[in-house]
């Protein structure tokens, strides 16, 4: 396999960080040179003509050449007064073009990531498949020939389904972050509609925790629910809140015996309403059934509401893959489920979390439309369930 060559994208980071410190040591010495200049002035603005000697006071000649004397001084100190805020006006506005420079460092960084985690995975999930494609150097080459491939058909289909279903989805409008920073359950959100792939059956979350912690035994065809939630939260960078986890119960016994009890809540709890989930609490199923995980969104009286991997879409299809007995949920997707559905328990990592959507998140309000599609999901899941679609619920969400 070969890994991608960022020398060109890195080299013109480096570049860029470099002029960007030299013009921040410039911006600081102009700022110094012009705190010193209003320094002075300031102790000018303060001289109203006290303290001037006057040996000459006893003619008028004398007189009147002072206060000329004096007034002309004073015209110029409201001169370099007005210079000044000019000045300062000047190097405020360099210094906000320095940072917006900055933040467009930080875009090639990210970019340069994405890219080399972009590539990476497609070939991990196209190698051993008779459309192995490797990178070898030339991106146009690439993706030429990804194009040809049926992977690269599943990847624009996958792409137009989300972006349609984020438009058209009330949840994910209502409780996406409009303005300022996003939190977790916002890059989870941003997931929505993405799928498992049936070229390669693999899902991106399992493929991507497969490279990343080798030895664990992670597959890129695993089962991805707690793998979507690791991803979520490596990439808003949480993972050292919240580790990385295989098994839903494995993921629960973590966070329940970290020594932060206030921050565990039991699904009992939930059950008998002394505890209300909240935006950004991370649900365990480990109990009685299917093991499952996923992220909650919020909640109202009757219902817990989550976006979750591994998951049916809004027309209640779970993925099967031809000729074996493997079920697939396949899809990411906003859920909205009874409180009794988890037989486990909640988590609230102390990560940071829009406030003033987690405050309205205890008492969600949609549509009846809404509600009713989504409430749908799993009587169809049960019909599927009868004609021999899906004999485990144990292998999916």
Same mark, same amino acid.
């Given at each position: 396999?070969?890994?991608?060559?960022?020398?060109?994208?890195?080299?013109?980071?480096?570049?860029?960080?470099?002029? *960007?410190?030299?013009? @921040?040591?410039?911006?600081?010495e102009?700022?110094?040179?012009?705190?010193?200049?209003k320094?002075?002035?300031?102790?000018?603005?303060?001289?109203e003509? =006290?303290?001037v000697?006057?040996?000459?006071?006893?003619?008028?000649?004398?007189n009147?050449?002072?206060?000329?004397?004096?007034?002309?001084?004073?015209?110029?100190?409201?001169?370099n007064?007005?210079?000044?805020?000019?000045?300062?006006?000047?190097?405020?506005?360099?210094?906000?073009?320095?940072? =917006?420079?900055?933040? !467009?460092?930080?875009?090639?960084?990210?970019?340069n990531?994405?890219?080399?985690?972009?590539?990476?995975?497609?070939?991990?999930?196209?190698?051993?498949?008779?459309?192995?494609?490797?990178?070898?150097?030339?991106?146009?080459?690439?993706?030429?020939?990804?194009k040809?491939?049926?992977?690269?058909?599943?990847?624009?289909?996958?792409?137009? +389904?989300?972006?349609?279903?984020?438009?058209?989805?009330?949840?994910?409008?209502?409780?996406?972050?409009?303005?300022?920073?996003?939190?977790?359950?916002?890059?989870?959100?941003?997931?929505?509609?993405?799928?498992?792939?049936?070229?390669?059956?693999?899902?991106?979350?399992?493929?991507?925790?497969?490279?990343?912690?080798?030895?664990?035994?992670?597959?890129?065809?695993?089962?991805?629910?707690?793998?979507?939630?690791?991803?979520?939260?490596?990439?808003?960078?949480?993972?050292s809140?919240?580790?990385?986890?295989?098994?839903?119960?494995?993921?629960?016994?973590?966070?329940? *015996? *970290?020594?932060?009890? +206030?921050?565990?809540?039991?699904?009992?709890?939930?059950n008998?309403?002394?505890?209300?989930p909240?935006?950004?609490?991370?649900?365990?199923?480990?109990?009685?059934?299917?093991?499952?995980?996923?992220?909650?969104?919020?909640?109202? !009286?009757?219902?817990i509401?989550?976006?979750?991997?591994? =998951?049916?879409?809004?027309?209640?299809?779970?993925?099967v893959?031809?000729?074996? *007995?493997?079920?697939?949920?396949?899809?990411?997707?906003?859920?909205?489920?009874?409180?009794?559905y988890?037989?486990?328990?909640?988590?609230?990592p102390?990560?940071?979390?829009?406030?003033?959507?987690? @405050?309205?998140? +205890?008492?969600?309000?949609?549509?009846?439309?809404?509600?009713?599609?989504?409430?749908?999901?799993?009587? @169809?899941?049960?019909?599927?369930?009868?004609?021999?679609?899906?004999?485990?619920?144990?292998?999916?969400?």
């Amino acid at each position: 396999m070969n890994y991608v060559n960022t020398d060109a994208i890195g080299e013109i980071v480096n570049d860029f960080k470099l002029l *960007s410190e030299e013009m @921040k040591e410039k911006f600081q010495e102009i700022e110094n040179n012009c705190t010193t200049i209003k320094e002075k002035l300031e102790e000018v603005q303060q001289f109203e003509g =006290t303290g001037v000697k006057e040996p000459y006071s006893t003619t008028e000649e004398t007189n009147t050449k002072n206060t000329f004397c004096l007034h002309t001084y004073q015209e110029k100190r409201h001169i370099n007064v007005t210079e000044w805020k000019f000045n300062q006006s000047e190097l405020k506005s360099l210094i906000t073009n320095q940072e =917006t420079f900055e933040e !467009k460092i930080s875009d090639l960084n990210n970019l340069n990531e994405v890219l080399i985690e972009s590539i990476s995975m497609i070939e991990s999930q196209l190698r051993g498949t008779d459309s192995e494609i490797t990178y070898n150097g030339n991106y146009k080459d690439f993706l030429d020939n990804l194009k040809k491939t049926s992977y690269w058909q599943e990847l624009e289909k996958n792409y137009q +389904t989300s972006r349609n279903l984020k438009n058209k989805e009330e949840i994910y409008q209502k409780f996406r972050t409009k303005n300022g920073k996003k939190d977790y359950v916002d890059y989870a959100l941003d997931e929505l509609g993405t799928k498992f792939f049936n070229s390669t059956y693999s899902s991106k979350y399992a493929t991507w925790y497969s490279k990343k912690y080798q030895g664990q035994g992670a597959s890129p065809s695993d089962d991805w629910c707690a793998e979507f939630v690791s991803y979520i939260m490596d990439k808003s960078n949480n993972a050292s809140i919240v580790a990385p986890y295989l098994a839903t119960s494995t993921g629960a016994a973590a966070v329940s *015996s *970290s020594g932060k009890n +206030t921050l565990w809540h039991t699904s009992e709890e939930v059950n008998n309403n002394t505890y209300q989930p909240q935006r950004g609490d991370i649900f365990y199923n480990y109990k009685g059934h299917a093991q499952h995980t996923g992220i909650v969104i919020g909640s109202d !009286k009757n219902y817990i509401y989550t976006i979750e991997g591994n =998951t049916a879409n809004n027309k209640g299809k779970y993925y099967v893959k031809d000729g074996t *007995s493997n079920n697939k949920g396949g899809y990411v997707n906003i859920r909205v489920r009874p409180k009794s559905y988890v037989e486990g328990g909640y988590y609230s990592p102390e990560c940071y979390i829009n406030e003033e959507l987690k @405050k309205n998140s +205890t008492n969600i309000q949609v549509s009846s439309d809404t509600m009713n599609t989504k409430l749908a999901i799993d009587e @169809k899941y049960q019909q599927l369930k009868e004609v021999g679609g899906h004999e485990q619920k144990s292998t999916m969400g």
